[in-house]
């Protein structure tokens, strides 16, 4: 069960501010409200891995699923991210909201696993990384991996779809039960000068990684 209802989830995070000048180089594109909620709704209702949970956001940017995860009654949300701009807004956000037991680091995510202080911290981790589509290829499966370092639980991420059978190679790599939860269709509205369209949907999927028997 979640603790409120999915239309005032997505309500609540229509109302939230978003990147003012997005990076290309870090890939910043805003998260969809409406996608944010479904999917965050469904990882409490199918899975249970959010109320009461300890969660962690890996490029958490302005805040989308680190603020949607605590209103679904996370006991404690932590948000990290490398961009300063970003996690500006993202205190503007909770503070706007008054929201307490939201915090967020400022770090190179990638790093993280390198410090052993995160690690197997979390019971869950959610995560939009970039997909790596410009000068970041493979970025998204490092995003992956870290999150795998973190947490106890279980590992949400987004990925092109196109991605989907190399992704199903990778986890068994990892030692790590995959699976995608949901196709969705990405709609990215235009943000930099490069684009040609108003907007363009992204056939997307959204896996989740069992970590629960990682070091069994």
């Known amino acids: 069960m979640a603790c409120i209802k999915l239309k005032k989830l997505e309500e609540y995070l229509q109302c939230l501010d978003n ?13 969809p409200p409406h996608i944010a909620s479904c999917v965050l709704y469904n990882i409490q209702t199918l899975y249970g891995d959010i109320e009461g949970k300890y969660v962690g956001d890996l490029g958490c940017g302005c805040g989308m699923l680190s603020i949607g995860s605590f209103l679904l009654g996370a006991g404690m949300t932590i948000g990290f991210e490398i961009d300063d701009d ?20 400022l770090c190179d995510v990638l790093a993280l696993p390198n410090s052993k202080k995160w690690e197997n911290t979390f019971d869950t981790i959610v995560t939009n990384p970039p ?10 499966m490092s995003f992956v991996q870290t999150g795998i370092a973190l947490s106890s639980g279980a590992v949400y991420s987004f990925h092109k779809s196109s991605t989907r059978d190399y992704i199903h190679k990778k986890v068994k790599d990892w030692n790590v039960k995959g699976n995608v939860v949901a196709e969705l269709k990405y709609n990215i509205d235009t943000c930099y000068s490069f684009h040609k369209s108003k907007s363009v949907d992204i056939n997307v999927d959204f896996w989740r990684f069992d970590v629960s028997e990682k070091n069994v």
Do not use: H, R, W
């Open 19 to 31: 990147f003012q000048k997005p990076k290309i180089n870090l890939e910043q594109y805003n998260t």
């Open 131 to 140: 997909f790596g589509t410009k000068n970041n290829i493979g970025i998204d």
């Open 86 to 105: 970003a996690l500006n807004i993202f205190q503007a956000n909770v503070s706007e909201m008054e929201l307490p037991n939201i915090d967020c680091v």
